[in-house]
T-cell receptor, first 114, second 114 residues
Framework: DAGVTQSPTHLIKTRGQQVTLRCSPI?????VSWYQQVLGQGPQFIFQ???????GRGNFPDRFSARQFPNYSSELNVNALLLGDSALYLC?????????????FGQGTRLTVV | AQSVTQLDSQVPVFEEAPVELRCNYS??????LFWYVQYPNQGLQLLLK??????LVESINGFEAEFNKSQTSFHLRKPSVHISDTAEYFC????????????FGSGTRLLVRP
């Protein structure tokens, strides 16, 4: 079975631009979460979606948004990019919410803002 | 709110020596506890987790961690490390009432030398 897939693997954007990152969860998983990992730090929670609804949001500005599609894949959008948005963006999928189950992480998208 | 502290940013150790990676957490509610491993240019992989029951949990590759509620700790140990254990290790918690959200520590780089 395929694991969590993220695309693209790397990209470079200019300050002020907008970016869309994509994530396909493991087949059968209905929950997708997004994390930002700045170099040298642990991942920070951005969003969780379950059954196409936002179930949790971290402490990130409104420039960050996300959505989940009927096939449970997800997109993370970041507007008006800042240099500080440079990071590894990780997507995690799990089978359901309400109680803890294992989160499976993708390999991430490395975003560089110049 | 929850927080995780990993005091050691890097732990160098010789091959076949024992190692302990320290993790302390803070939370006003009961939590689940996790250790994740991240190899270079990869996403996170779950190493082991404590949800309930026995306070000593083990992974399939020889790591173990013990939940100590009084000391709010969840230290990771291995009696004999291999070169292949070189990686970044992250301790994480999630509150039982919001288990979708993982709070990570800043990570400890385990560097195993021959």
């Amino acid at each position: 079975d395929a694991g969590v897939t993220q695309s693209p693997t790397h990209l470079i954007k200019t300050r002020g631009q907008q970016v869309t990152l994509r994530c396909s969860p493991i087949s059968g998983h209905k929950s997708v979460s997004w994390y930002q990992q700045v170099l040298g730090q642990g991942p920070q929670f951005i969003f969780q979606y379950y059954e196409k609804e936002e179930r949790g949001r971290g402490n990130f500005p409104d420039r960050f948004s996300a959505r989940q599609f009927p096939n449970y894949s997800s997109e993370l959008n970041v507007n008006a990019l800042l240099l500080g948005d440079s990071a590894l963006y990780l997507c995690a999928s799990s089978s359901w919410t309400g109680s803890n189950t294992e989160a499976f992480f993708g390999q991430g998208t490395r975003l560089t803002v110049v | 709110a929850q927080s995780v502290t990993q005091l050691d940013s890097q732990v160098p150790v010789f091959e076949e020596a024992p190692v302990e990676l320290r993790c302390n957490y803070s939370s006003s509610v009961s939590v689940y506890l996790f250790w994740y491993v991240q190899y270079p240019n990869q996403g996170l992989q779950l190493l082991l987790k404590y949800l309930s029951g026995s306070t000593l949990v083990e992974s399939i590759n020889g790591f173990e961690a013990e939940f100590n509620k009084s000391q709010t700790s969840f230290h990771l140990r291995k009696p004999s490390v291999h070169i292949s254990d070189t990686a970044e290790y992250f301790c994480a918690v999630s509150a039982m009432d919001s288990s979708y959200k993982l709070i990570f520590g800043s990570g400890t780089r385990l560097l195993v030398r021959p």
